[in-house]
Nanobody, 115 residues
Framework: VQLVESGGGLVQPGGSLRLSCVAS????????MSWYRQAPGKERDLVAR????????NYADSVKGRFTISRDNAKNTVYLQMNSLKPEDTAVYYC?????????WGKGTLVTVSS
């Protein structure tokens, strides 16, 4: 299983970024996909999750209304559209999948929100 994130970078407060995660090694369309983030000195927390069938989504309260998770099963890709970014969104963002009950992580992509 491989999860490869991209799209991170430096953005000013109020700006937007779109993260992508390309998955391989399992039947992507059959499993929920999640984005987590970990800020310096803090625990890794769930940001958003999208189910496999029907695309039901869940969000952390801190990002509701600003972030949108989506998936393209034809491209084995999950996205995280991040709008109205705040300095407190600064973190390494990780893609997560749990096929066959085993937890897999990508290497992460750094998002820095600063003026």
């Amino acid at each position: 299983v491989q999860l490869v994130e991209s799209g991170g970078g430096l953005v000013q407060p109020g700006g937007s970024l779109r993260l992508s995660c390309v998955a391989s090694g399992f039947t992507f369309s059959s499993y929920a996909m999640s984005w987590y983030r970990q800020a310096p000195g803090k625990e890794r927390d769930l940001v958003a999750r999208i189910r496999s069938a029907g695309g039901t989504t869940n969000y952390a309260d801190s990002v509701k209304g600003r972030f949108t998770i989506s998936r393209d099963n034809a491209k084995n890709t999950v996205y995280l559209q991040m709008n109205s970014l705040k300095p407190e969104d600064t973190a390494v963002y990780y893609c997560n999948a749990v096929p066959w009950g085993m937890i897999y992580w990508g290497k992460g992509t750094l998002v820095t929100v600063s003026s």
